[in-house]
């Protein structure tokens, strides 16, 4: 008799990225085509779980999207095990999962997402559905694993957006403040603002002294460089009525009287197709989760440590954030180099 053939679920989840179809792609791919499983897609992260909106992912259907943004899939931040004011009543979107779940006769889940899908994920897995979760976000930010999809691509568009600056800067002899996502964590503004030669960096993980950027651009206007990019990362402290960056141009030119001009970045940084090196890591990423369902290493997260591909528990990732440390070497070469932290 031959034997039943293994049914996978696939969702992403939380803000997209660029990178999330060529990971649905490697997962299907790998799953369909070496080991002959089934595949269906759920749409709109958690909530395609909780109301059983799917649709069959065939290999035809993977064909085309690699270079894509976005998700085929849909996404959203649905949280099932969030408790909110049911006007009494009990949350039943966990219990709605698990029968959807075991009516679908899914042999795994994976769960593609950032912080807060690992933290679903992990409550999942204790459950008992076999789960694994692949870590994707600009922010970079996933506990457990060296790097995340989405990172590269949009370290590439902010990189671009800081060069654009850098020339209108000097044209206008003015003060640019660029503002970059990266929720809580500096990665973003840390590799953009490096990769793009800011003149000050601002991580929420280094607190500021406003005087200190002050003084910076002074002293760029003494040496003959009338011009300054400043790269904010949008987490760092300043009043939440306005954007981090107006807060900052805002106060550079009360106390230097110089033109100052801001660029909230935004969505642009999650739009549009991922970088080759992005392309490369979520079809790793989707391949060895594949490798994962067959070795049966649930409850786990694919993750890559020193460039090798790895399966650390969910446990350990959940609720955690992977914050930047003030003694990262970029960090410390940017310093030798005359960028300010605004320390
Ligand atoms: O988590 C990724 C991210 O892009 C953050 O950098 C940003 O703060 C947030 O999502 C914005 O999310 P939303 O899509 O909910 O506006």
Redesign the pocket.
Known sequence: MSERKKRIGILTA????PGLNAAIRGVGKTAIVEYGMEVIGFRSGYSGLIHNDYIELHESQLSGILTLGGTILGTS?EKPYKLVDNNGQANEKPDSILQNYEQLGLDALICIG?NGTMKTANMLAKQGLNIIGMPK???N?VWGTDVTFGFDSAVYIATEAIDRLHTTANSHQRVMIIEV???NAGW?ALYAGSAGGGDIVLLPEIPYNIHSVVKKVEQRYEDHKPYSIVVVA??IEHPKKMSAASYIADAISSYTGLETRETVLG?I??GGSPTPADRILATRYGFFAAECIVNKQFGTMVAVKDNKLVAVPLDEVGGKTRLVCPDNPLIEIARKMGVSFGE
Not at 14 to 17: H, L, M, N, Q, S
């Open positions: 939380g803000g997209d990225c931040r950032g976000t600009i922010d930010d996502m990266g929720h973003l949008e987490g969505y940084q999650r």
